[in-house]
């Protein structure tokens, strides 16, 4: 089940980071971040139900619900963004 989580994990945050790192190098390194943490979920979100939306088909017959893998990663990203942001002060 972790592994599963871990999997979505890393698919969605591919485009998160893209996003990011494309919006970091525009606006400013600290903007990156923050978007990394909070509206880059957003982008993960519709890109990765637009690439792969068959994918929650696989996690629900796994018994994982689409909020808890929502959940679980923007937890962990809006960790990684504080962390990043109080390490740049």
């Not at 139900?49 to 808890?68: D, E, P, R, T, V």
Request: aromatic residues 24%; positive net charge.
């Amino acid at each position: 089940m972790i592994s599963a989580r871990l999997k979505y994990y890393y698919d969605l945050t591919r485009y998160n980071f893209g996003f990011s790192v494309i919006i970091g190098f525009f606006i400013g390194l600290n903007a990156g971040i923050i978007i990394f943490g909070t509206f880059g979920m957003f982008v993960g979100l519709i890109s990765y139900k637009y690439f792969q939306n068959n994918q929650y088909y696989f996690y629900y017959n796994l018994g994982i619900s689409k909020m808890a893998l929502i959940s679980v990663t923007w937890i962990i990203n809006l960790t990684i963004s504080a962390f990043f942001l109080l390490l740049l002060r």
